[in-house]
């Protein structure tokens, strides 16, 4: 059974920044496309960035271009999400979730991504 655990999260000044890792069991992340989301109080859920499983690509939305990094370390089967000059409209509740896109790269439409995680706070206060 694929499970993926979210970890990371806190309460962070605007500026700050933040590692999200998202560990996996029961599969091999690299063999999936890997995405973060995330959902602030009353609004809709969002793709934030995802990393491919073939080649790696990633890809961002324009609201964290630039500020968040996503990367994948085979060896502990875990992908990060690295926040930097985090602004108050970045609060959300952060998921990863994993899948598998039919075409080159990855989506940050939740549609592929079949397994999710239980989701990390990230709020971001002064």
């Known amino acids: 059974q694929l499970q993926l655990v979210e970890s990371g999260g806190g309460l962070v000044q605007p500026g700050g920044s933040l590692r999200l890792p998202c560990a996996a069991s029961g599969f091999t992340m690299s063999s999936y496309d890997i995405g973060w989301f995330r959902q602030a109080p009353g609004k809709e859920r969002e793709g934030v960035s995802c990393?491919?499983?073939?080649?790696?690509?990633?890809n961002y939305a324009g609201s964290v271009k630039g500020r968040f990094t996503i990367s994948r370390d085979v060896a502990k089967n875990t992908v990060y999400l690295q926040m930097n000059s985090l602004k108050p409209e970045d609060t959300a509740v952060y998921y990863c979730?994993?899948?598998?896109?039919?075409?080159?790269?990855?989506?940050?439409?939740?549609?592929?991504?079949?397994?999710w995680g239980q989701g990390t706070q990230v709020t971001v206060s002064s």
């Open positions: 990393i491919s499983s073939r080649g790696g690509a990633t």
């Open positions: 979730a994993a899948g598998l896109h039919p075409l080159p790269g990855c989506i940050l439409a939740s549609t592929p991504y079949t397994s």
